[in-house]
């Protein structure tokens, strides 16, 4: 009788999610394709319209710029190196 009730209560589950499934057509996808798109473009020209990529740009030269240097105590280290050289 147990297992009678499990089955039941299976078929159940799989039935209730029949219609969810139902819901997912091309239809479905084309309008989430357009929604999603619309979004996309609409965020890409508040960002251009901002100066986000002006201001992105500028940092990222700057994160370079101080990359492309040794930091102080190295610096100091190969001044020091050099003295005891030269």
Same mark, same amino acid.
């Not at 297992?3 to 499934?21: E, K, N, V, W, Y």
């Not at 929604?35 to 740009?57: H, I, N, R």
């Given at each position: 009788?147990?297992?009678?009730?499990?089955?039941? &209560?299976?078929? @159940?589950? &799989? =039935?209730?999610?029949?219609?969810? /499934? $139902?819901?997912? =057509? =091309?239809?479905?996808? /084309?309008?989430? *394709?357009? *929604?999603?798109?619309?979004? +996309?473009?609409?965020? $890409?020209?508040?960002? *251009?319209?901002?100066?986000?990529? #002006?201001?992105? =740009?500028? !940092?990222?030269?700057? @994160? &370079? *710029?101080?990359?492309?240097?040794?930091?102080?105590? !190295?610096? $100091?280290? @190969? #001044?020091?190196?050099?003295?005891? @050289? +030269?």
């Amino acid at each position: 009788a147990p297992r009678a009730s499990m089955s039941s &209560r299976l078929a @159940r589950q &799989r =039935t209730a999610l029949r219609p969810a /499934a $139902e819901a997912l =057509t =091309t239809e479905f996808y /084309a309008k989430l *394709v357009g *929604v999603s798109f619309a979004v +996309g473009s609409c965020m $890409e020209l508040f960002m *251009v319209k901002t100066g986000f990529y #002006d201001k992105v =740009t500028a !940092i990222e030269a700057e @994160r &370079r *710029v101080a990359f492309s240097e040794p930091p102080a105590w !190295i610096a $100091e280290l @190969r #001044d020091k190196h050099e003295k005891s @050289r +030269g």
